[in-house]
């Protein structure tokens, strides 16, 4: 049979080979934010069993966002160098194995240690995650097929929650339970290595046409000849990872793309990890009783994985950056409400919700929005770069939100939260590009 020329998936319906795939990495997805999410269900009985205060804890929550940080640039060069393949089930072994010795700890260093290291794995996962599903997926399915398997993914916050209610007021140590979860990460681990197959558009860009054509065959069912996509990568030239970032700041292009994308992230990221690494603790320390508080919090999580699979369907429209912008000023306009509710428990309950949704819709919009902003070469270390500056933003933040609590209140974090939408959202409708529905080798 005659091979048929093609630009990879574009234009080939979805395989049942890519829904395995897509189970993969929703399973992986599960596992990651349960280990991302557990600790603002537990922070206040943490607390009370090493007998510290928010003061003395904070650095336990900066400095998790800054082992994001290093996760976002180490996993971007080891993707980008050894392969998406292996780099996944690297991310997966490192954040099962860093969760649960984080129950197993006896004091705020070690804790603080081990969360530091799941941090790392938990941001690196994600972003080769996202690099791989836009390169293997066509792209009038990309934005759909990444919002609903991160969506369905993200049901394990939800999930988290709702343990935790059950789990945390047992006893003392009964939080333990919740990290020792983490074992259950190893099974996309296994999956992914008798499954899942390597990236066709890396394979082209390490000048292994035969076996991206097999990749491509072995997920879609197609024969293709990708001589064009060859010949377009033959004419680059291959770079070492010193080159890769030496690129970003030497190409204007994506020197300004770079910036911008990492106001529009900081917008997005440090209110979104403020209300979850903190809400639950600061509804406590205003009065709220603790079944309460887990309440609330547990049912705004319901809302995350809505709003992620609600951005698969609007996240293309207007290329992408006009539902960027707009979800990101309308957290910001919840948030302004949510922080005059009050103490009624069930308008904090539906505002939390609303925040919740709108703000996790526009985060994985801004994902994929990363993946396709950056060509093949240096596509998961450009993506890398920027959620690490992301995440280091958030890691100032999450150290500084107790003291902001403690001068101001929730209308102090309030009017904190609501500047970061401002300014990420504005920066995203004025200085951003469209990238939803069109290729990758066109984006870029």
Known sequence: MEKRPNNYFDGIPIHRSQIVILFIVVLAYFFD???????????????????????????????????MMLGGIVAGVISDKFGRRKAFMLGCFTFSTATILTGMTDNIYTFT?????????????????????????????RSKWSGIVVGVGHISIPFIGFIAMEV??????????????????????????????????WLISRG?????????????????????????????TRETVRQSFAGLLRDRKYLCRTLILFVITAGQNIPSFIFLGWNNAFLQASGVPQADALLICSIGSIAIPLGVIFSGFIGPLG?????????????????????????????????YFAFQFVSMCCCMILMPYLSESYPTAFRTTGAGVVLAGGRLSVSASQQIAPLIFAAGGFFGIGAFIVAFCAVGGLTALWLGWPTGRQSLEDVC
Request: charged share 15%.
């Open 33 to 67: 934010q349960m280990d991302n999410m557990v600790l603002g269900y537990v922070a206040p009985s943490v607390m009370r069993s090493f007998g510290i205060g928010m003061q003395e804890f904070a650095p336990a929550q900066s400095l998790y966002f800054f082992g």
């Open 113 to 141: 240690l081990w969360r530091v290291i799941t941090g790392f794995a938990v941001l690196g996962t994600g972003a080769i995650s996202f690099t791989y599903l836009a390169e293997t997926i066509s792209s009038q399915d």
């Open 168 to 201: 945390v007021p047992m006893g003392p140590e009964a939080w333990r339970w919740l990290f020792y979860q983490g074992v259950v990460g190893y099974i996309p681990l296994v999956l992914a290595y008798f499954f899942m197959k390597e990236s066709p558009r």
């Open 208 to 236: 292994r046409q035969t076996e991206a054509e097999a990749a491509v065959k072995a997920l879609c069912g197609v024969d293709v000849d990708l001589s064009a996509a060859m010949a377009a990568e033959s004419g680059r």
């Open 319 to 351: 290329g992408r950056r006009i539902p960027l912008a707009a979800t990101m000023l309308l957290s910001g306009a919840i948030a302004v409400f949510y922080i005059n509710a009050g103490s009624d428990f069930y308008t904090l309950t539906a505002l």
